[in-house]
C-alpha cells in the first residue's frame, strides 16, 4: 500500500519568517494530496490540497506543490502568525488503495512571535 | 450542506467496559466513512472504513469493531476496553463518487480509559 513520510517533525520559525513541510508518497498512482492543520485538542481542518493534474496551488500566504516525477509534496507558508502555530499532516489518496487516506507522522509548527 | 457529528465529546470509562461510538452525517448520501484514532501527540490511525451500510474495512486487527446500520450512520464498539484504546477518535467522511473525494473530519471523541 501507499508510504507517506513527513519531514520535520517540529519546525520553529519566527514570526513573518516562511514555513516548508515536505512530504514524499510511494504509490505512483496517488492522484490526490490534502493537507490538513490540526490545533490543540480540535478536528484536522483541511487547509489546502492538490491533485495530480496540477503542480502547484496558492491560496493567499498558503501554497502547495506537487513533485509527480519524484513523488514529493510541499507546503509552503509564507508571511507565518502565531496563529499558524499547529500541527500539519499531509495525506495521500490512490485508486490503487480504494478510498483509503495516508497520512504523514505530522509536523508541529510554532511561531515564535 | 454536509455536517457530522460525533458523540459523546468525551467519555471515561473503566478498563474492561463496553465502548459505543457514534458517528452521523447530514447532507450527503451514501458516503464513505472513516474511523480513525489519535494518540496523545501522535498522528492518525485509520481503524475501519465502510464504503456502503454493512460493507466494513478493518485496517488494524484489535478489540475494536465498527458497525454501519444505516447510510449516514457509523458505530465503533468494544466489548471490552484496554488501557490503550485511550485517545482521540475521529470520524471522517468522503462523497464517495470518486477518487480524490475531500475528507472531513467530525469533531472527535476524547476516550480516557482508566
Known amino acids: 500500500g501507499e508510504n507517506v513520510e513527513q519531514h520535520p517533525s517540529t519546525l520553529s520559525v519566527q514570526e513573518g519568517d516562511s514555513a516548508v513541510i515536505k512530504c514524499t508518497y510511494s504509490?505512483?498512482?496517488?492522484?490526490?494530496f490534502p493537507w490538513y492543520k490540526q490545533e490543540l485538542g480540535k478536528r484536522p481542518q483541511l487547509i489546502i490540497d492538490?491533485?495530480?493534474?496540477?503542480g502547484e496551488k496558492k491560496d493567499q500566504r498558503i501554497a502547495v506543490t506537487l513533485n509527480k516525477t519524484a513523488k514529493h509534496f510541499s507546503l509552503h507558508i509564507t508571511e507565518t502568525q502565531p496563529e499558524d502555530s499547529a500541527v500539519y499532516f499531509c495525506?495521500?489518496?490512490?485508486?490503487?488503495?480504494?478510498?483509503?487516506?495516508?497520512f504523514g507522522t505530522g509536523t508541529s509548527l510554532t511561531v515564535i512571535p | 450542506s454536509q455536517t457530522i457529528h460525533q458523540w459523546p465529546a468525551t467519555l471515561v470509562q473503566p478498563v474492561g467496559s463496553p465502548l459505543s461510538l457514534e458517528c452521523t452525517v447530514e447532507?450527503?448520501?451514501?458516503?464513505?466513512l472513516y474511523w480513525y484514532r489519535q494518540a496523545a501527540g501522535r498522528g492518525l490511525q485509520l481503524l475501519f472504513y465502510?464504503?456502503?451500510?454493512?460493507?466494513i474495512s478493518s485496517e488494524v486487527p484489535q478489540n475494536l469493531s465498527a458497525s454501519r446500520p444505516q447510510d449516514r450512520q457509523f458505530i465503533l464498539s468494544s466489548k471490552k476496553l484496554l488501557l490503550s484504546d485511550s485517545g482521540f477518535y475521529l470520524c471522517?467522511?468522503?462523497?464517495?463518487?470518486?477518487?480524490?473525494?475531500?475528507?472531513?473530519f467530525g469533531p472527535g471523541t476524547r476516550l480516557l480509559v482508566l
Open positions: 495525506a495521500a489518496s490512490s485508486p490503487n488503495t480504494g478510498n483509503q487516506f495516508y
Open positions: 471522517a467522511w468522503t462523497g464517495g463518487r470518486r477518487f480524490g473525494e475531500t475528507q472531513y
Open positions: 447532507g450527503t448520501s451514501n458516503p464513505n
Open positions: 465502510s464504503v456502503g451500510i454493512g460493507q
Open positions: 492538490i491533485r495530480s493534474n496540477v
Open positions: 504509490d505512483s498512482a496517488s492522484n490526490y
